[in-house]
């Protein structure tokens, strides 16, 4: 990170967070909302690196192994939701999801 300068590596992270938030309004299926969440974190992972790389401490790299664990902990909980909605409803529609109850 040392020859990419901190503010082509923060646009980078803010063009990702922004197609991943983009992507979570915008799309429909469970699937593709869980990509796009998964792109935010990695955005968010790449600002602390850029970060911490930018002022020589490595919080930068811990916080982005956290937000890996964190990562990695959302799909496995959002890929049983996705499995356990489509064995109930047969889609992954959000919108059809929508009437649950509760």
Known sequence: MNGVPMEHALLL???????????????????????????MLNATGLAFVAAGARWGQADGQV?????????????????????????RFRTLDADAVSEMRG
């Not at 967070?17 to 992507?23: C, D, S, T």
């Not at 192994?65 to 489509?86: F, K, M, N, R």
């Open 63 to 87: 916080m982005f192994v956290l937000i890996l664990t964190l990562a990695a902990a959302e799909v496995s909980v959002g890929l049983a939701l996705v499995l356990q909605v489509y064995h």
């Open 13 to 39: 992270a803010g063009a990702l967070f922004a197609l991943g938030l983009a992507g979570v309004l915008v799309r429909r299926n469970l699937l593709f909302i869980l990509m796009s969440l998964e792109i």
